[in-house]
């Protein structure tokens, strides 16, 4: 009997091993520091393995930790400010984020954890000003990152003096500046906290830095063994721009500057058509998919589908919670599968265990972590979840002829039947309490930090530009 | 000093009175027996009023109970067994339903109220056939309910032997039969439980009964004086008889047979032009909008914007756990303002406030219970929820220059938030925990029928044409 720290038995076992979902019943996972050694049938695992713990997962379903690949974690301290209006960045968040300091921003990051944590989300893709404390807070955490600091050349004013139509200034000190802090996050962060830690490069937009150091942050990467995490196709602004200073929209610039490959993790392609899209899936690129946000920001569906019918690896992200408002993997899952059976008006597009694959295996491979994560397989990181599946909505669990555990886990799933979580093999949450931080003091924090921007912000004359004043004095908010 | 049973204080309140949504901060509604008798401010209400019980909703909001408008309880038993596929009702939800016994619909029905109560619904729209102890379920739990026993003239083996593109044949007799049972379920019933249940008359479809039992089911309505529940170009099936068999497109006919009126509730619409729904608004009708469901099934976003503009009121419903696959009016505001945005390519469509409304007093006025709830005032039962707003996903509160607790209830909110309901002035859930009822032995009965059911339908042939057993080959569920 090989001796072990954890056995997880008795689940109904989705590894996502293979092509579908690598269900079996009865299922269990054998767990020695954190590693997975063993995955199987309940009765030869313990017949196997001695562990010094044993979870019992009856009723429960018990899946690879979640992947966010796509967040700005520093922006849930101002969630609920940009929603339902026109010019999003502009006339809502702006205002706001001149406000945030560095103890706000780093409050928003916390709460954005421990609201991902406790839906399920194990490996955060954090893209944000490498604020200080920011890497140590999901250490702290005991969470997964692949964190990415920004890099722009944008004056520092920002974009305050910018008149619609001309094209930005950039300030390529501004950019080294930035490039030279971003190598020096990844190099002190990279493969920290025993590999929990991991990082990327990461250029804010190809409209916000010059070429020649779109280049130089290329061969950074290269060198340093990282990804680089691109906003892409973000937006119209970001074409008009690309097309005046260039003369190509963002994916054929970015092909001829030899930018499209596997080493690089594309976000958003929110105006993307969808061969541009296919495009880049055959060079390789990752695409990142942000239903929600993009749906409530823009109203628009990105072309994952096409993406995806090229061969391409699409992972999910919650993005921001100024307009999202959530970062929640099962709201991610869900919507995205609903967003793409009305964009194409076919009910069969994106089906259940395709979006759960999305959030598990195939985002691990997305971001250059399918060797580690995204599978309950031997020889990966235990990086799990277990989900109560007596809740009402996820009730009754039919075995055949047709199972319904993952449908009802991408279509009536809130996260909150999430009840216990492991990362690294790690007990993060058991049974909905939090185990490695103070919860309540995170929330608290968070409020404090939120109040003090928002009065900041109320003392701004700027603030009297912001669009959700009118509904505001309409007595809708 | 009132003596009352009940005061809530130091709420974030939202009344829903008016055209916003009515927030007042450090709320209070004091409540004697099943009525509101006082909503103000905290201080001014404990000085008027002398209560046996405090229930202190600090840090909470606190809402109207939300309105479920159209819903087929029983289905819950069978969540999960149609998604993901073409053809829903043919291949994969009626090899179930033939199997159903009244047992199995009633466990379903107790499941779905709790899932529904659980995430804050107080009053069920629900439409199914009548099955013993059904409205029976609704009045032990003690919510609020509208119940419509369903009305058709198919033949008793349903559409088994319908050739697609024939128009179906109705059987008169069953439809006299239904009609008359309805009726007495009506008289039985209507306002029965001191109130908490009332009826509406349903014709299933207007292609599935003929043109002069539509008029007596109108005249029996007008008669007991209630409401008529009716799907209503919910498909092209349906748009395809009537043209066939009258001429006619479904709003025409029932234009000219006089049916379009303020009496009438129209369901779905997934099929009409926005000239018809725009028609249908403007004759009083009262649209029942289910956005999960429609856009599972169909991959569709029902006409509920050029209905509101011309003046239509729109209430939101679940509709069946098969096939959407979840009972919960926070899912519904959050997908019914997000497909609208995709649908228009504008995110300004549908705001929060819009569709909280649609669950609240708009769809309190358009089921007819306007006067009774939806919005919380003196004179209105005391119907309400109270929502923690320290749950990570909702926080942080801000207040000024911007107020967000309405936006992220709708787009960050679960339905898990909700902590206490109160119907009729009754607490039904405390701080998350069911005092009507035995919420295990409901799970557990749910979980027991549904296996009985699946076995059935395992050992039924006819189970060989279900579109699921496909991807059950492939390892995809």
Chains 1, 2 share one sequence.
Not at 72 to 83: C, K, N
Not at 334 to 351: C, E, G, Q, S, W
Request: charged share 20%.
């Amino acid at each position: 009997m090989q001796q072990v720290d954890k056995l997880l038995v008795h689940a109904h076992l989705f590894t996502m091993q293979g092509q579908g979902v690598g269900y079996s019943a009865d299922g269990a996972v054998a767990i020695a520091g954190s590693m997975i050694v063993g995955v199987g049938p309940t009765p030869q695992l313990r017949s196997r393995f001695a562990p010094a713990e044993i979870i019992d997962a009856a009723g429960c379903a018990v899946l690879p930790g979640l992947i966010d690949a796509h967040m700005h974690t520093p922006l849930a301290v101002v969630r609920g400010v940009a929603q339902d209006v026109a010019n999003w960045m502009q006339q809502a968040l702006a205002p706001y984020t001149r406000h945030l300091t560095p103890q706000a921003m780093l409050a928003g990051t916390r709460l954005n954890i421990l609201e991902g944590l406790r839906s399920g989300t194990t490996t955060f893709g954090d893209y944000y000003d490498p604020i200080p404390g920011w890497a140590d807070a999901f250490d702290e955490f005991g969470v997964r990152a692949r964190l990415t600091p920004m890099i722009n050349a944008l004056p520092a004013g920002g974009m305050a003096g910018w008149k619609v139509g001309a094209l930005y200034p950039l300030d390529e000190e501004k950019g080294q500046r930035m490039i030279e802090s971003a190598v020096s996050f990844v190099r002190d962060w990279q493969g920290a906290a025993g590999g929990r830690i991991t990082t990327m490069l990461g250029p804010q937009g190809a409209d916000m830095i010059s070429a020649d150091q779109l280049l130089q942050i290329k061969a950074g990467a290269q060198r340093e063994g990282v990804m680089i995490h691109l906003h892409l196709a973000q937006g119209d602004r970001e074409i008009e721009q690309m097309v005046k200073r260039y003369g190509r929209r963002t994916p054929a610039f970015l092909d001829k500057l030899g930018y499209l490959d596997e080493q690089l993790l594309g976000v958003h392609l929110t105006e993307a058509t969808d061969e541009e899209a296919q495009l880049m899936a055959r060079r390789g690129v990752r695409m990142a998919l942000c239903s929600g946000s993009i749906g409530i920001i823009d109203g628009i569906v990105p072309p994952a589908r096409p993406f995806k019918e090229a061969g391409g690896l699409v992972c999910l992200g919650s993005d921001q919670a100024s307009g999202n408002n959530c970062n929640n993997m099962f709201n991610e899952m869900k919507l995205t599968a609903l967003f793409n059976k009305i964009k194409y008006r076919d009910p069969t597009v994106m089906p259940a265990w395709e979006v759960l694959r999305m959030a598990t295996i195939e985002g691990a491979q997305a971001i250059g972590l399918g060797q580690e994560v995204g599978s309950l397989e031997v020889g990966k990181k235990a990086d799990l979840i277990v989900v109560d599946l007596t809740e009402p909505n996820l009730l009754p669990v039919l075995d055949e002829p047709v199972r319904t555990i993952v449908p009802n886990l991408v279509y009536a799933g809130t996260g909150r039947e999430v009840r216990t979580v492991l990362v690294d093999g790690q007990i993060l949450m058991r049974d909905g309490v939090m185990l490695t931080i103070d919860d309540r003091a995170v929330r608290e924090q968070a409020q404090l930090e939120a109040q003090k921007v928002a009065r900041r912000v109320a003392a701004d004359p700027l603030h009297q530009g912001l669009a959700l004043l009118e509904p505001m004095a309409q007595g809708q908010l």
